[in-house]
Structures are given as structure tokens and as C-alpha cells.
């Protein structure tokens, strides 16, 4: 067989197609789960086997999603969206005789509502060519991932569930493709890291995970979870009460935030995270962090007009997070003030005071989250790496000295040449993610 030809792996469920692309081996939009449109807030089942092979020449699986004001989703069969892809190197041997490589499980930063797990994306070639299997998988978005009605019809935390069933079927399934399931890594950035600590902080998940990455994104981060997700779903209640129909849900939902929620006994999240972080007890070994400038991001859409810039300067208590419980308002526009004094001291603040903003919100939504959650998993017995990266790549932000949400990944899944004065960076970056993932 020559490097070129297919490779046939048979799973449980049917045979797949792999092809051989600069050499990586590539298997795309493999399902992993399904669910019914009848009840499209449910938690996945596996899906059903297929008779004839799986031959995909490039990922286009896509989950219902808005996408500029356009609803798009792809998939072959009625709800298989739930798919995932896997790259390896091209020596694998399907045999199972040679070594078993480790494998990275790299979850999309969707900001809950968009997105898949796309190759363009997250280019697996940095990690492939250092023997490392590279999982993408899909998860619903948006309101059939995140509502939370604490009930039947939409218990909560489908996107969770789904990628619970994606890391049971990677166990099952990966040494099929030449991985090791006992060496798989969870990784994930922004919204991708908070899952990432959501999958280990929960009983169902965290027995598949066998170390895990995340930077720039906390289940203790203010806006990881929804604290009222009835009042969130509730622009929607009169279209639940009919048959319910996943194009109307997706396109009438699109301007509200579904997060994760804390649902009822026997759920996936059943208490605070933070109780949750409390009360863990796991040896596991966790790389967490952030970029110096997380929240550039929000910081520049804070000050984009004259009348945001007003309000940051007219009501003090939006320099909080809004995870803080006070006993009135009074006390919340006293603290708020002590922040901003903190950060900008006396004067008012003005447009181009967006780097400042940007470091006040990065510490309050990303640093201290970040903190907080990696002290209480190393009292439960984790081995924590915390860092921060702030290394500047010109290519991605001229003029800007500083990082923003997903930098660090750049250098691990980019694609295109580096520019020579970053190249040590990119080797830097390689090493540490490859060397992590194989062996903590």
C-alpha cells in the first residue's frame, strides 16, 4: 500500500474512509451521536450503524447555527451533525500492531452559538507530524445546545452531553485509528476551555479524560453559565408550547445567550461550580492559563461609541462581573468605583483608554476565574500548570503589544508560514502543547 491509497478502519457502528493529505490521515464527519427533531433538547444517543462505507473527502458537517443572519446547517442524515473528525499520522497501522499515539480532543471556541469543528480552523499538521491524533468534534449550539427549561423537554446541557458521548466514543473507538485511549487530552479556548472544565468537573465525563489544556476560558468565568436560565428562554415560550421545530428555535433565538446551567438531580451539572471545583477529588495533571488581553475583544466594542463610553463613566458597577452579590446598589456603585480607581483613578475614561479596559475585564471574566478554579483543583489532589501568555505576533495584531482570546493556540493549529521573528515562538508553543499532551 502506498501513502496515497485509502486506509479502511472499521468501527463498531461501519466501516470509514481515510485519505492521506501531506502526510496526515484524514477521517471527516464521522457521527458519534444523534438526536431526534421531535426532541431536539434531549441527550444524545449513539448513533445508528451504517451499511455502506463512509468515504468524505472534507468536513462540512455543520449544526443548526445563524451564521450573518442566515440559518445554515449541513449534515447527511436527519440530525447527524453530531459528528467528529480524526486525524493521524499516515503511518498508522490499522493492525493495532505498531505504538498507540496520544490523542488531543479539541474543543471549538463557539461562543455557544457558532462554529464546528473544522480543519481550516484548527490545522491538525503541527500536532500529526509530532505523532499526535487530532479529534474534532461538533456539539449543538446555541439554544438546542444551551436552553435549560429544567424539565423534560429541555433538561439543559445537551452541548455537554454531546461532547460526553464524543469522549465515549473516542474510548471505544480510537485505537482504531492507531490512538492510545488511555492517553486522551481535552483542550479548548474561550468558550472551548469553559467546556473543557465543565467535562472535568462532572461525574460522567471526567473518567475519559486522561489530562487536559484550556486557556482564556473558566467554568468560574461570569459568563460560563446561566444563573436565571428560565428568564433567558423565556422569549421563546410560546414557541415551545407547539411542535417544536429546530429551524424556528435556531432562527428566533438568535439574539439571546444560552449558556450552561446548573440542572436538576441527576443531571450533568447538578451544583455551582465552584461547589463542584470544591468538592473534586482527582489526580489529574491540568496546562491552564490565559493571554495577557483576553477581553481585548469586548474592551474595544465598550468604548466604540460616545454613549457606551457615557455609561462606563455614569455607572461605576459596570467595571463588575456579574457573578457578585451585594445588598443593594449603593454597595455595588461602591465597589465599582473602588475598581475603577483601581484601574483608570480619578479621570474619566475615553476611547483610547481601551488597552486599560481591556486588562480590567481580562482580570475580573479571565485571570481571576482562571486562578480561583486551578488553587481549588489542586487542593483536590491536580497537578496545575498555570501560565500567561503574552507574547506579541505582529501578524495578528499590528500595533497592538499584547494577546487576545485563542492567541495561544496560533503557533499549535496554525497553518500558513510564520514570519522569521516568530518562528522561535511557534517552536516553543509546539513543544510545550506536544511534550503536555504525551506525557503531562
Known amino acids: 500500500m502506498v501513502a ?12 470509514v474512509l481515510g485519505r492521506e493529505t501531506d502526510g496526515v490521515l484524514q477521517f471527516f464527519d464521522i457521527p458519534y451521536g444523534k438526536f431526534e427533531s421531535v426532541k431536539p433538547f434531549q441527550e444524545p444517543d449513539l448513533p445508528n450503524n451504517w451499511t455502506t462505507t463512509r468515504d468524505k473527502l472534507k468536513h462540512n458537517s455543520l449544526c443548526p447555527q445563524m451564521k450573518d443572519g442566515i ?10 451533525c453530531l459528528s467528529l473528525s480524526i486525524f493521524t499520522p499516515s503511518k498508522t497501522d490499522p493492525s493495532g500492531k505498531s505504538e498507540k499515539f496520544a490523542v488531543l480532543f479539541h474543543i471549538h471556541d463557539s461562543s455557544y452559538a457558532s462554529g464546528s469543528g473544522d480543519p481550516n480552523v484548527y490545522n491538525p499538521k503541527n500536532l500529526v507530524d509530532n505523532n499526535i491524533i487530532l479529534v474534532l468534534p461538533n456539539y449543538r449550539l446555541g439554544a438546542l445546545g444551551f436552553m435549560c427549561l429544567l424539565n423534560e423537554t429541555a433538561p439543559g446541557n445537551a452541548a455537554l452531553k454531546d461532547l460526553a ?16 485511549s488511555s492517553n486522551i487530552v481535552v483542550s479548548g ?32 468565568s461570569p459568563w460560563a453559565i446561566d444563573r436565571n436560565p428560565l428568564a433567558t428562554a423565556s422569549p421563546l415560550k410560546d414557541l415551545l408550547k407547539d411542535t417544536l421545530d429546530i429551524r424556528d428555535i ?5 439574539n439571546i445567550e444560552f449558556r450552561p446551567c446548573i440542572e436538576k438531580e441527576n443531571g450533568f451539572i ?13 489526580e489529574l495533571t491540568y496546562m491552564v492559563g490565559t493571554v495577557n488581553h483576553a477581553a481585548w475583544h469586548r474592551a474595544v466594542e465598550r468604548v ?31 465597589i465599582g468605583r473602588q475598581v475603577r480607581s483601581l484601574y483608570f483613578g480619578a479621570r474619566n475614561i475615553t476611547a483610547t483608554d481601551v488597552n486599560q479596559l481591556s486588562q480590567l475585564i481580562t482580570d475580573s471574566e479571565y485571570l481571576n476565574p482562571g486562578l480561583r478554579g486551578a488553587r481549588l483543583l489542586l487542593e483536590g ?25 485563542g492567541n495561544s493556540l496560533d503557533f499549535v493549529f496554525g497553518r500558513d508560514p510564520v514570519p522569521e521573528s516568530t518562528d522561535s515562538m511557534k517552536n516553543v508553543m509546539i513543544d510545550l502543547w506536544t511534550s503536555f499532551i504525551k506525557t503531562g
Open 71 to 80: 440559518y445554515e446547517y449541513n449534515y447527511d442524515e436527519e440530525n447527524d
Open 250 to 254: 435556531v432562527t428566533e433565538s438568535t
Open 304 to 334: 466604540a461609541t460616545e454613549d457606551r463610553v457615557s455609561m462606563l463613566n455614569s455607572n461605576a458597577s459596570l467595571f463588575l462581573p456579574d457573578d457578585l452579590v451585594f445588598h443593594n446598589d449603593d454597595e455595588r456603585q461602591q
Open 270 to 282: 447538578t451544583e455551582s461550580p465552584w461547589q463542584l471545583l470544591k468538592e473534586i477529588k482527582i
Open 189 to 220: 479556548a474561550g468558550v472551548g476551555g469553559a467546556l473543557v472544565e465543565y467535562l472535568l468537573i462532572s461525574n460522567t465525563s471526567r473518567k475519559y479524560i486522561s489530562r487536559a489544556i484550556t486557556e482564556s476560558g473558566f467554568s468560574l
Open 4 to 15: 496515497s491509497d485509502p486506509v479502511l478502519v472499521t468501527t463498531s457502528f461501519g466501516e
Open 381 to 405: 489532589g491536580s497537578e496545575v500548570y498555570f501560565y500567561e501568555y503574552s507574547f506579541n505576533n505582529p501578524a495578528l495584531t499590528p500595533g497592538f503589544n499584547a494577546s487576545t482570546r
Open 165 to 180: 458521548l464524543a469522549l465515549n466514543w473516542i474510548k471505544n473507538e480510537i485505537e482504531k485509528f492507531g490512538g492510545n
